[in-house]
């Protein structure tokens, strides 16, 4: 497999503190589905800010899908993001003055997607993940398991290679976990790589090939294992 995801000897400090990640080198490959777990505070959200462009290392490089991502500037990040990238959050961050459709509809139009074909692509992921009645309601009438399912049409709408997610059912009761989580295995087995940062033990033996285990802002830990298949 070809090497999407790439540390060499990553290092980050906030304000000059110690560090949130310490010589943190690995590899993903694509088509991987790989779990980081670890306690609070062990860098877990950094690794993930770091491979999305979000934050820079303070040391060391991170190239993702052949791109330096270390090196580019804000507006080439933000534009690799858009392409190459989908993020889902614990929390969804969903703008709740827009409604679900316009809210998987903006990184499209941001991403300069023609109106036609980003509609329609909006309009096929709404339906695949049982959204499409609720395309002109507004995130706040919505569970937490709605909302998040309306953040992975977002995250998915512009075709990423790449879906970040951390802690994507921390939010959610752990039947809708549940739910969540097998839509995650099912989008990595149509191809996408899947990187997942977890506190759920089960959620990483269940839906990740690979776990990476962070302490401290180094790697403590590796395992790798089959992936299960889920029900439904």
Known sequence: MNTIIQFDEVSK???????ALDRVSLEISSGEAVAIMGPSG???????????????????????????????GE?????FRRS??????????LLD????????????????????????????????????????????????????RVAIARALVNRP?????????????????????????????SGLTLVLVTHNPDLAARYASRTIELVDGRIAGAATRGLQEVAG
């Open 13 to 19: 400090r906030y304000d000059g503190g110690r560090p």
């Open 42 to 72: 062990s860098g877990k959200s950094t690794l993930l800010n770091l491979i999305a462009g979000l934050d820079r290392p303070t040391s060391g490089g991170v190239t993702v899908a052949g791109t330096r991502i270390d090196q580019t």
């Open 75 to 79: 507006t080439g990040a933000a534009l």
């Open 84 to 93: 190459r990238v989908g993020m889902i959050f614990q929390f969804f961050n």
């Open 97 to 148: 003055d827009l409604t679900v459709a316009d809210n998987v509809l903006l990184p499209a139009q941001l991403g300069g997607m023609r109106p036609a074909e980003a509609r329609s692509r909006a309009d096929d992921l709404l339906e695949r993940l049982g959204l499409a009645s609720h395309r002109n309601a507004y995130p706040e009438r919505l569970s937490g398991g709605e909302r998040q």
């Open 161 to 189: 290679s790449l879906l970040l997610a951390d802690e994507p059912t921390g939010a959610l009761d752990t039947a809708t976990g549940e739910q969540i989580g097998a839509l995650l295995a099912e989008l990595h087995r």
